[in-house]
């Protein structure tokens, strides 16, 4: 039994000096704070109904909680030459603002980052129309073939 406590007391003697020296180690550091993010909220709905397209009555308009990897807001607005116009609301993860005309319809899209902002109904004017996009595709073509 004497033989343990010859033992304790060295161990208990060198945890007491690491201790120590690790503490003598870290004064010299700053405390990091991590940034949490904040989790988004965001207007979320997809019709052709009224609510969705004024947001006239926004109690009506359901609000979603967007998941970790969902960082922007999103409104997509289709328009077509019958004048329907179809609006999406939602959480999403990437979003690329803009335009796009491809015969008969046209597709709007805009981003923003803050709670319940994806409440516009207009959308940056980027247009690409069908003639654009089969001008480009033919010059990608010539340029691939030569």
């Not at 304790?8 to 550091?29: F, K, N």
């Not at 704070?33 to 397209?53: G, I, S, T, W």
């Not at 006239?56 to 609000?63: E, H």
Request: charged share 20%; proline share 3%.
């Amino acid at each position: 039994m004497h033989l343990q406590y010859e033992l304790l007391v060295p161990l208990i003697v060198l945890v007491l000096q690491i201790g120590r020296q690790v503490a003598a180690d870290l004064q010299g550091y700053e405390t990091v704070e991590v940034a949490v993010r904040k989790p988004l909220f965001c207007y979320d709905c997809y019709e052709m109904e009224k609510n969705c397209q004024t947001l006239a009555n926004l109690t009506a308009i359901k609000v979603t909680k967007c998941r970790d990897y969902e960082r922007f807001c999103k409104v997509r607005r289709i328009n077509n030459r019958k004048s329907q116009t179809v609006f999406e609301r939602t959480c999403s993860p990437d979003c690329t603002p803009g335009c796009t005309t491809m015969l008969f319809r046209t597709r709007c899209v805009s981003c923003c980052t803050t709670d319940k902002c994806n409440s516009d109904n207009t959308a940056q004017r980027h247009y690409v129309t069908w003639h654009g996009t089969l001008t480009a595709a033919l010059i990608v073509l010539m340029t691939t073939v030569m």
